[in-house]
């Protein structure tokens, strides 16, 4: 406990104070309030808010006058689109290598955010209503036994990260892992968004409440003791719970986990090809417009993040990043969507023939010793 504390100090406490104009903070009937307030980027998440978070659940976890946390957005489009990935495309360009001081910063302060959050001791509520993807999804699952995880008719939930020639990471090798089959493995090389019923289905959120109770809820959530609010915040859903609708991948859940349990991304597509299914197409379209690099080291991220904890899941992550800007996938992704909009993007390599073990393997390879890396003091 004690070098993880100074990794926090030596990561966050040197920048104080620690303020965003996006991220408000307040304590009210015993309960540290987060809001999320960028909507015109859907609050998609920059350095700064990344420190603003940071600050405000290291002053909470340990204050006596906090019992619990809630974060929610300002606005009902979403909780967190992400990072924000043209700062990914400006940093990144920054030098022939792909990185700059500030790109390296933010993974290395968002990562070791979001161990901070899966580790919190006090209850953490996350309301996601609206968009909640990549590094909303970060700051969203926090660890077993104090999260509480609110999914409304908006929620729009995925780990699209392969869409822009990157990764789901964010813990996603962790959390994707532990699903139940291969619904991870689907969600993270498809990229494919789920709403609510979905959400439940997975494991990735915990009650739903429909989007005509937001009012009663934000009300609940000042009326009543930080204390008690995850036994309140149940009471409320409860009536609700079957007004989630049909979870689509129950429905799909043997031919998923058929169809992701062969061996390799070009097997999936083969197997996904072979069915004339609606769901089959869906997954076999969207895996055709990803990079097929990206596909393979997610394949492979997954499938060790299976065999890892939480903080050895984020070094990973860390290392594969670092590896990711220096090839320049995402740089390509990030180009093609966001920046020229042609969403063609040219990936390197452009086929899955071309890929092979070697190039997936370099991702994983190690680009600081050991006690130089700079998550090293998480456990």
């Not at 926090?142 to 789901?168: C, D």
């Not at 996904?272 to 596909?295: E, G, T, V």
């Not at 390599?349 to 010793?369: H, K, Q, Y």
């Amino acid at each position: 406990m004690f070098v993880v504390k100074a990794l926090e100090c030596a990561i966050f406490t040197s920048f104080h104070p620690a303020m965003s104009d996006f991220v408000q903070t307040a304590i009210r009937n015993r309960t540290g309030h987060i809001v999320l307030d960028r909507p015109k980027a859907l609050n998609s998440l920059s350095l700064e808010m990344v420190r603003a978070l940071s600050a405000a659940l290291l002053a909470w976890r340990d204050d006596p006058q906090v019992d619990a946390v809630v974060i929610r957005s300002s606005s009902d489009k979403a909780l967190c689109a992400g990072g924000d990935i043209r700062f990914f495309y400006d940093a990144g360009l920054a030098t022939p290598q792909g990185g700059s001081a500030l790109l390296e910063d933010f993974f290395t302060e968002e990562y070791a955010l979001n161990h901070l959050i899966h580790f919190y001791p006090k209850p953490y509520i996350a309301v996601m209503d609206g968009v909640v993807m990549g590094g909303g999804m970060g700051v969203a699952q926090a660890g077993p036994g104090n999260q509480l995880r609110i999914v409304t008719g908006r929620t729009r939930m995925a780990m699209p990260e392969v869409n822009i020639g990157l990764f789901p990471d964010v813990g996603g090798s962790y959390f994707l892992s532990r699903l139940a089959g291969r619904l991870g493995l689907y969600l993270g090389l498809t990229g494919l968004t789920i709403g609510a019923a979905d959400a439940l289905y997975t494991g990735l959120a915990d009650v739903y409440l429909p989007e005509t109770q937001m009012p009663a809820l934000l009300a609940l959530l000042d009326e009543t003791p930080g204390e008690g609010l995850p036994v309140a915040i149940k009471a409320l859903a409860a009536p609700f719970q079957s007004h989630a609708g049909t979870a689509t991948l129950a429905t799909a859940r043997a031919a998923l986990d058929r169809h992701f349990s062969a061996g390799s991304v070009a097997a999936i597509l083969s197997s996904l090809a072979q069915d004339d299914s609606a769901f089959a197409a869906k997954a076999l379209a969207a895996m055709r417009q990803r990079s097929p690099l990206m596909m393979s080291v997610t394949l492979e991220l997954l499938q060790r993040g299976a065999h890892l904890g939480v903080a050895d899941c984020l070094r990973m992550e860390r290392t594969v990043v670092r590896h990711n800007f220096e090839h320049g996938e995402v740089l390509e992704g990030v180009r093609a969507l966001v920046v020229d909009k042609d969403n063609a993007p040219r990936w390197n390599p452009a086929s899955l023939d071309e890929v092979d073990t070697a190039m997936v393997a370099r991702f994983f390879a190690p680009v600081w010793p050991a006690q130089a890396h700079p998550l090293r003091y998480l456990d």
